[in-house]
């Protein structure tokens, strides 16, 4: 069985002094003896250092929330991958439904992002997801198919392993209200065979992670739904005492 996996999206949230406490609490939890589950945490960019220094040599995983498609050059306030490997990231999230509902990322440039962080040996959480609107008129496949297929269209088999799929419907991210278990294993079934077929890879072998409004009082039901490798958590992941309950439930 695939090893599970949480991670928490801090997102534009933390100064340094919360982010220490926060992240010192977890490695007293999760830092050392802990293995049942893959642990990462996703500080903004200027807490990257911090964090990163704090759970070095730990069983935690530290991911950026973002990159910019290319090494160096003149992008003014924008950071590469290889600036993220110089700071000990393992992981990186890429299409976030924030970067591209606010900022107005593109699939095409979700996909120059997958193939430069694999390319700088970043791991990748790419997430997925359609909104409130989509899902209504029940498109929710097809867009999501849609995602992954571009996002991924640089990607041969092999590179696959260094990706995690985070399914996310946009409209049960900060809102408090989750998808069904039933909805989460529709898609997540759908992701699984659309790779296993792409990849020819055992759908055991691809882990996707579901992300909204995961906390500790729905981890339970969600992480025992057919197909779902883990959680991608924003709000509850910035106390330690939730993100820890959710962890420790996903490695039960
Ligand atoms: P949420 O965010 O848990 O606050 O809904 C999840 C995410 O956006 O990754």
Same mark, same amino acid.
């Given at each position: 069985?695939?090893?599970?996996? =949480?991670?928490?999206?801090?997102?534009?949230?933390?100064? %340094?002094?919360?982010? %220490?406490?926060?992240?010192?609490?977890?490695?007293?939890? !999760? #830092? @050392?003896?802990?293995?049942?589950?893959?642990?990462?945490?996703?500080?903004?960019?200027?807490?990257?250092?911090?964090?990163?220094?704090?759970?070095?040599?730990?069983?935690?995983?530290?991911?950026?929330?973002?990159?910019?498609?290319?090494?160096?050059?003149? !992008?003014?306030?924008?950071? @590469?991958?290889?600036?993220?490997?110089?700071?000990?990231?393992?992981?990186?999230?890429?299409?976030?439904?924030?970067?591209?509902?606010?900022?107005?990322?593109?699939?095409?440039?979700?996909?120059?992002?997958?193939?430069?962080?694999?390319?700088?040996?970043?791991?990748?959480?790419?997430?997925?997801?359609?909104?409130?609107?989509?899902?209504? %008129? #029940?498109?929710?496949?097809? =867009?999501?198919?849609?995602?992954?297929?571009?996002?991924?269209?640089?990607?041969?088999?092999?590179?696959?392993?260094?990706?995690?799929?985070?399914?996310?419907?946009?409209?049960?991210?900060?809102?408090?209200?989750?998808?069904?278990?039933?909805?989460?294993?529709?898609?997540?079934?759908?992701?699984?065979?659309?790779?296993?077929?792409?990849?020819?890879?055992?759908?055991?072998? =691809?882990?996707?992670?579901? #992300?909204?409004?995961?906390?500790?009082?729905? =981890?339970?039901?969600?992480?025992?739904?057919?197909?779902?490798? #883990?959680?991608?958590?924003?709000?509850?992941?910035?106390?330690?005492?939730? !993100?820890?309950?959710?962890? %420790?439930?996903?490695?039960?």
């Amino acid at each position: 069985m695939i090893k599970k996996m =949480i991670a928490a999206n801090w997102k534009m949230n933390l100064l %340094k002094s919360d982010a %220490k406490l926060l992240a010192n609490s977890l490695i007293e939890n !999760f #830092g @050392s003896d802990y293995s049942a589950v893959d642990v990462v945490l996703a500080p903004p960019f200027t807490l990257l250092d911090a964090v990163g220094n704090l759970i070095k040599g730990s069983n935690i995983k530290l991911c950026a929330q973002n990159m910019y498609p290319e090494e160096s050059g003149a !992008f003014t306030g924008e950071i @590469s991958p290889l600036m993220l490997k110089d700071l000990n990231c393992t992981w990186v999230i890429i299409g976030h439904s924030e970067r591209r509902q606010i900022i107005g990322e593109t699939d095409e440039l979700v996909s120059k992002k997958v193939k430069l962080a694999l390319k700088c040996d970043l791991k990748i959480i790419l997430c997925v997801g359609e909104t409130l609107e989509q899902r209504e %008129k #029940g498109v929710q496949n097809q =867009i999501i198919e849609n995602q992954v297929e571009i996002a991924l269209k640089d990607v041969n088999n092999d590179m696959l392993k260094n990706i995690v799929i985070a399914y996310e419907p946009v409209w049960a991210i900060g809102t408090g209200k989750n998808a069904t278990p039933n909805e989460i294993v529709e898609v997540h079934t759908m992701i699984k065979e659309l790779l296993s077929m792409k990849f020819r890879e055992n759908d055991d072998n =691809i882990r996707v992670l579901y #992300g909204g409004s995961v906390k500790p009082e729905n =981890i339970d039901e969600i992480i025992s739904s057919n197909n779902v490798d #883990g959680a991608l958590v924003g709000g509850a992941s910035l106390k330690a005492d939730s !993100f820890s309950k959710i962890v %420790k439930a996903a490695g039960e």
